[in-house]
């Protein structure tokens, strides 16, 4: 069980023309989408990371994955949260959080290397096990 966040631009929205739906090329005011594990809530004064792909940082195991973040020009600036009324969702919290555009001169940072466990199985050996093998597989050949 975890959260689902979305965060979304503001009225005065900066740059809405680029903000599209891939799948129907309409306007839509959502930023990103955030899944958080465990207990993250977002607060206000928040900032949305935005996260890049540097082609020579590009992981071969990973290579869809993004391989630097920064901290991002919109701020969390209201909060709405939502939860089910049977906990029987997916998630315990859904958050609407409302932006405001302010940028700010952010380094990029490399994103820390995957750490690969059981639990990034769902707790399915199996599946983890076949993977650590085929993982040494690739090491020794």
């Known amino acids: 069980m975890g959260s ?5 631009a503001d009225h005065s929205a900066h740059d809405w023309e680029k903000r599209k739906l891939a799948h129907s090329n309409a306007c839509t005011r959502i930023l990103a989408e955030h899944y958080y594990g465990g207990a993250n809530t977002p607060k206000v004064g928040e900032r949305v990371p935005e996260f890049v792909q540097l082609k020579e940082y590009i992981d071969p195991e990973f290579p869809c994955s993004t391989t630097h973040y920064k901290t991002g020009d919109w701020e969390v600036t209201h909060i709405e949260e939502y939860t089910p009324e049977i906990p029987i969702s997916q998630y315990t919290s859904i958050f609407i959080c409302r932006c405001k555009y302010s940028p700010i001169d952010a380094p990029l940072k490399p ?11 769902s707790g399915d050996k199996k599946a983890y096990d076949e993977y650590m093998q085929s993982k040494a597989a690739v090491v020794t050949k």
């Open 111 to 121: 994103i820390p290397p995957r750490i690969i466990n059981i639990d990034s199985f």
């Open 4 to 8: 689902y966040i979305i965060f979304q």
